[in-house]
């Protein structure tokens, strides 16, 4: 009698065993995970924090002219006409095929003292591509808030133009990325505070893009602008710029400012 009463503990061993057996052969895939883990979506490319830790590849500082000639106070100045720029040049630099990523691009302003001023806001762009997904939402949110930090600028009374440009070339002095470039934004007509001395920047190695718009007497003096564009080319010039561009804000093209800028970054 005994052993009748021994023999259903047989199979029963051994299916505790073998459920036990189960469970250690399972352990190590899902024993180690936690809830987290579990309810996480696969990364796709590189993630975010690698990207935050790459050193730029290319820099450009942006000077959007404030003065009264361009920033009139009117919904439809200049200035505001020319501030959509910002989002298409960048995302035409960092487009596929564009600049060398990343990319940091800042925002100064040519004033009265354009010299003394800090970096109105910041925007760092990354590579994007098929299996490259960048954070576009943060991206998004840096250039509109540039955007509206640049509406929301006072009227200047003064155009320092030099003293902007050796701002953004004393800000560029310690990158040594692929590309360093200076955008301006302006109607190129300088007109410095009585007693100010003209500022003198260093060019060299910086490609400098200018889009500019028409105001004052050019209209009805296009010679004016011609002038102009001459003076501020050969100033760039002596100042050591490995090249420069001069477009009008309204002839804007991706594919025309990316070839300037490939080819001038080739020879600085």
Not at 130 to 144: E, I, N, T
Not at 258 to 265: H, Q, S
Request: hydrophobic share 40%; glycine share 8%.
């Amino acid at each position: 009698m005994p052993d009748a009463k021994k023999s259903p503990a047989i199979p029963l061993a051994l299916i505790f065993g073998l459920i036990a057996l189960f469970v250690l052969l399972v352990h190590p895939w899902s024993g180690e995970q936690t809830g987290d883990e579990h309810t996480a979506k696969p990364l796709v490319g590189r993630p975010p924090t690698r990207q935050a830790q790459e050193k730029p590849q290319s820099y450009l500082f942006y000077l959007f002219d404030a003065s009264r000639s361009m920033n009139t106070g009117a919904s439809d100045s200049p200035l505001h006409r020319a501030i959509p720029l910002l989002d298409s040049t960048v995302r035409a630099l960092s487009r596929t095929g564009g600049q060398p990523t990343p990319q940091l691009h800042r925002v100064g302003v040519i004033g009265n003292r354009s010299l003394n001023q800090g970096v109105l806001c910041e925007i760092t762009a990354y590579e994007r591509g098929v299996f490259v997904h960048p954070d576009m939402q943060a991206f998004d949110d840096s250039v509109a808030a540039c955007v509206a930090r640049l509406h929301a600028l006072r009227p200047e009374e003064y155009t320092d133009i030099s003293g902007a440009l050796k701002f953004a070339s004393l800000a560029l002095e310690g990158d040594s990325g692929s590309l360093r470039g200076i955008v301006l934004v302006t109607d190129l007509e300088e007109d410095l505070p009585p007693g100010q001395e003209a500022a003198v920047a260093d060019l060299a190695g910086l490609c400098v893009v200018v889009y500019y718009e028409i105001t004052g007497n050019a209209p009805t003096h296009p010679s004016d602008l011609d002038r102009r564009i001459a003076f501020w080319r050969q100033r760039f010039k002596e100042w050591h710029a490995p090249g420069s561009l001069f477009r009008h804000v309204a002839a804007f093209s991706a594919g025309d400012l990316n070839r300037f800028l490939t080819e001038c970054g080739s020879h600085k």
